[in-house]
């Protein structure tokens, strides 16, 4: 992606509300390779901030942690590129506070798009590009932890985004490499 995009691109990740395995809501865990990895995807392809959305305290507060040591001297001299990409990841308790934050930087309300691995009707990333310039706002990526985001979240998206076929039947990626591939996707595109 350009360095300079005719419209930002923001990424979610969301740990709640999300499905698991029995279809349950439920809130996931933050890993640390989810911080780490898909900052640097992020750093990668020009996007302009990460958001972690978990609403547990505890979780939170991990997740801090680990901010705040890439954000020091001693994380910065460890390993200089892991922090420039530490440092566009942002904690959120919800969804809304991340609609909330792009607004007040943009001055407009985000295009949010969500991402699936569920066989359904999506736009390609080229639609996805046409229709963020033609509206002249920012784009929020969403992606879902667990066993996938709730009908609740997918239903205040205004777009979904193709999902991932691989060749063969099984179809479940990490939620990193799915960001990396999208983000390559979108980057191609631009």
């Not at 898909?38 to 997740?63: C, D, H, W």
């Given at each position: 992606?350009?360095s300079s995009p005719r419209f930002p691109?923001?990424?979610?990740?969301?740990?709640?509300?999300?499905?698991?395995?029995?279809?349950?809501?439920?809130?996931?865990?933050?890993?640390?390779?989810?911080?780490?990895?898909?900052?640097?995807?992020?750093?990668?392809?020009?996007?302009?901030?990460?958001?972690?959305?978990?609403?547990?305290?505890?979780?939170?507060?991990?997740?801090?942690?680990?901010?705040?040591?890439?954000?020091?001297?001693e994380g910065k001299e460890h390993n200089?590129?892991?922090?420039?990409?530490?440092?566009?990841?942002?904690?959120?308790?919800?969804?809304?506070?991340?609609?909330?934050a792009i607004k007040k930087r943009e001055?407009?309300?985000?295009?949010?798009?969500?991402?699936?691995?569920?066989?359904?009707?999506?736009?390609?990333?080229?639609?996805?590009?046409?229709?963020?310039?033609?509206?002249?706002?920012?784009?929020?990526?969403?992606?879902?932890?667990?066993?996938?985001?709730?009908?609740?979240?997918?239903?205040?998206?205004?777009?979904?985004?193709?999902?991932?076929?691989?060749?063969?039947?099984?179809?479940?990626?990490?939620?990193?490499?799915?960001?990396?591939?999208?983000?390559?996707?979108?980057?191609?595109?631009?």
């Amino acid at each position: 992606m350009s360095s300079s995009p005719r419209f930002p691109i923001y990424i979610a990740l969301l740990h709640y509300p999300v499905y698991n395995k029995r279809k349950k809501v439920v809130a996931t865990c933050i890993t640390t390779f989810d911080l780490h990895d898909i900052a640097r995807s992020a750093a990668t392809f020009g996007i302009k901030k990460y958001f972690v959305v978990n609403p547990m305290p505890a979780q939170l507060e991990f997740a801090g942690r680990i901010l705040k040591y890439w954000a020091r001297k001693e994380g910065k001299e460890h390993n200089w590129t892991r922090a420039a990409a530490i440092s566009l990841v942002e904690l959120k308790k919800d969804l809304a506070e991340v609609v909330r934050a792009i607004k007040k930087r943009e001055k407009r309300a985000p295009l949010i798009v969500g991402t699936s691995a569920k066989t359904q009707d999506g736009m390609p990333a080229s639609d996805l590009l046409k229709e963020a310039s033609k509206k002249k706002r920012p784009v929020l990526l969403v992606f879902g932890t667990g066993w996938g985001m709730t009908e609740e979240v997918l239903e205040k998206c205004d777009y979904m985004l193709q999902p991932i076929v691989g060749s063969g039947q099984y179809n479940h990626l990490s939620v990193r490499s799915a960001v990396a591939i999208i983000l390559d996707r979108l980057g191609r595109e631009r």
